[in-house]
């Protein structure tokens, strides 16, 4: 029988470098120990999700996050797991979430480390009540070792300067997904042992796609690249692109990205006039930022049409941005569209 290999282990291999104890590790001991309790917090999202109905977890909680958002009581649940599993652990400063207004520094009564967390602790919430899948997104930056106290600021940071970043998918399966900047990795729940299994490698998005996944009840408020870029899709064989195209629009953009780095497809959620001071619906610190490194760690590309989504300087905690992301060849040429348009 292959042997399984835990993420633990992988993480301590990680750690160690492919060299063997001797070799530099691609990961400090710090970075594996963030990594480790992230994915316990994931654990037990996963098992109050699982629970549904019956653990009293359904439905909306009477509070609104910052974005003005009614918050389900799951995100809720998801955001004090995050927290609680990692503020004691000496190896954060502190944490950001979509559900929290300010950052949360890590107390006093705790050592405080170099790590800065990001999370949207239950992406796709619109999922929660009728049981389709959702998940748990994060990202993680190093605080200037320079500043004495930690603060806001030291979160805006662009994407690329990211040290690990992730997701963990809600559905069918409980999958946890990966990386620290040397590929992707996916790891499985196994429920009875209680541990994540590596179940995959060096996940490649393919280059070429005919899937493409955006909410089409927005098309009238696009931009005109975005809709000729879509309208060629829907033109089919017998239009320019030649060849039929499928849509999927699952509305968690966890599970949208995680069928993308699984089978290829682009996800976009872009720019749209609706609301003109906001340049798109997601969020770039803990939504964007992390799957768009995850889709270029698996060979893929990610923009907002007109720029790397991993080269923006951030200048607000919550600041939104429109995504593009997912098979290359179809993510450059949205980009085309857009260069073409101006
Ligand atoms: P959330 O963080 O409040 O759950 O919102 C983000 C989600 C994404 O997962 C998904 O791609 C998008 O919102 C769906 O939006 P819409 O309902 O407009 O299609
Ligand atoms: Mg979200």
Not at 99 to 109: F, L, S
């Amino acid at each position: 029988m292959t042997q399984r290999i835990s993420l633990t282990r992988y993480l301590i291999e990680k750690q160690r470098g492919s060299q063997g104890a001797s070799g530099q590790g691609t990961i400090p001991p710090q970075l594996r120990l963030l990594l480790e309790v992230v994915a316990r917090a994931c654990k037990s999202i996963s098992l109050a999700v699982t629970k549904g109905a019956l653990g009293g977890v359904l439905g909306a909680a009477e509070s609104e996050n910052v974005q003005g958002e009614i918050q389900k009581k799951l995100d809720i649940i998801a955001n004090e797991v995050l927290i609680e599993a990692n503020e004691w652990g000496g190896h954060l400063a502190a944490m950001a979430s979509e559900e929290m207004e300010g950052i949360y520094t890590v107390p006093n009564r705790y050592p405080q480390g170099e790590y800065l967390l990001m999370f949207d602790p239950l992406d796709g919430s619109s999922n929660i009540d009728v049981n389709v899948s959702i998940g748990t997104i994060f990202s993680v930056l190093l605080k200037d070792p320079e500043g004495p106290t930690v603060s806001e600021q030291d979160f805006l940071q662009a994407g690329s300067r990211q040290v690990a970043a992730g997701y963990c998918i809600y559905g069918p399966q409980t999958t946890l997904v990966l990386t620290v900047g040397d590929g992707v990795a996916m790891f499985t729940l196994d429920r009875e042992q209680g541990s994540f299994v590596l179940t995959q490698e060096n996940v490649r998005v393919p280059e070429d796609t005919q899937e493409f996944a955006v909410n089409m009840s927005n098309m009238r408020h696009w931009a005109p690249p975005v809709k000729r870029y879509i309208d060629e899709c829907l033109e089919g064989k017998e239009g320019p692109r030649g060849k039929d195209f499928n849509m999927r629009w699952i509305a968690s953009m966890v599970a949208d990205v995680h069928r993308i780095l699984t089978r290829g497809g682009i996800f976009m959620y872009p720019w749209d006039k609706r609301e003109p001071g906001k340049p798109g619906k997601l969020r770039l610190m803990y939504e964007a930022n992390p799957m768009g490194w995850l889709i270029e760690q698996a060979g893929g590309v990610a923009s907002t049409g007109t720029e790397r989504i991993l080269d923006i300087q951030p200048t607000q905690l919550h600041q939104r941005v429109s995504v593009v992301l997912g098979s290359k060849n179809e993510v450059e040429r949205v980009v085309r569209y857009h260069a073409e348009h101006t």
